[in-house]
């Protein structure tokens, strides 16, 4: 009953204006229903700059995102949360991002990503990376890193992301190449010691390409001696960081 007074307030009435939590709240709820249609149409009268999306998605959710989104949408910031993506959901999620190619902000909390190898758009004016507490990241991650110029970088919590001292040094090699990273955040990285300090070893190699960071956060990480050393080098006569 509640949602199908939301469709008849904002879908049916062009002159009733959603704020933007309204207009999520309604995407998201159209969504679960499988209602492209009334999405279709909200859509064609608001063009939303923000997506929030908080409970799991299944595929016929994302279908029904996917076919409702005009090519190309309005959208420049997207947050996903607990979403678990296997190869169907994480192929429809790739082509909904193919339909966002504004997309500056992309921030994704406690979601579980396919370890197949998916189509994934070039994110090329993404520059806000936010990854918590995420399993499996490490192909989507790469993809971003590859075709994105950052200029924040975030990656915490990593207990289960499936992240060992390899594959984090594969990340922190893409991690050199961004010249324009000005926040950058590794929190709790959550490996094994002889893993963590490999890992932070590789991302201390590859700060010393960084020439405009300002802020810094490798808080709750086990540092050994021996990073600590490898971290000043890389970050001495860095004039531009502040924090």
């Known amino acids: 009953a509640l949602f199908n007074q939301m469709i008849a307030r904002f879908a049916l009435d062009s002159a009733v204006v959603p704020t933007e939590d309204e207009l999520n709240s309604l995407i998201c709820e159209c969504m679960r229903h ?23 998605a299944d595929a016929s959710a994302w279908q029904t ?5 005009p090519a190309p949408s309005e959208i420049i910031e997207l947050t996903l949360s607990g979403q678990v993506f296997g190869p169907q959901t994480s192929h429809l ?26 189509y994934w758009p070039a994110l090329t004016r993404l520059q806000h990376l936010h990854f918590e507490a995420m ?23 990593c207990k289960d992301s499936g ?28 490996a094994d010691w002889f893993h963590g300090n490999l890992a932070l070893g590789s991302y201390a190699t590859s700060l010393k390409n960084q020439t405009k960071l300002e802020r810094l956060d490798l808080s709750f990480n086990r540092l050994s001696p021996k990073i600590c050393v490898e971290l000043h080098d890389a970050l001495e006569g860095k004039v531009t960081l502040t924090s």
């Open 93 to 118: 999620f790739g082509e909904c991002l193919d339909r966002m190619p504004h997309l500056e902000s992309l921030r994704l909390t406690n979601c579980t990503l396919s370890e197949v190898i998916q």
């Open 34 to 56: 499988g209602e492209t249609k009334a999405l279709n149409a909200i859509l064609a009268q608001e063009s939303p700059r923000t997506l929030c999306i908080l409970e799991r």
């Open 65 to 69: 995102l996917h076919d409702a989104l």
């Open 135 to 157: 399993r499996k990241p490490y192909n989507l991650l790469m993809h971003i890193l590859e075709t994105s110029s950052l200029t924040t970088f975030h990656l915490s919590d």
């Open 163 to 190: 992240l060992d001292g390899e594959l984090h040094g594969n990340l922190a090699r893409s991690l050199a190449r961004q010249t324009t990273l000005r926040e950058l955040t590794l929190k709790d990285l959550r």
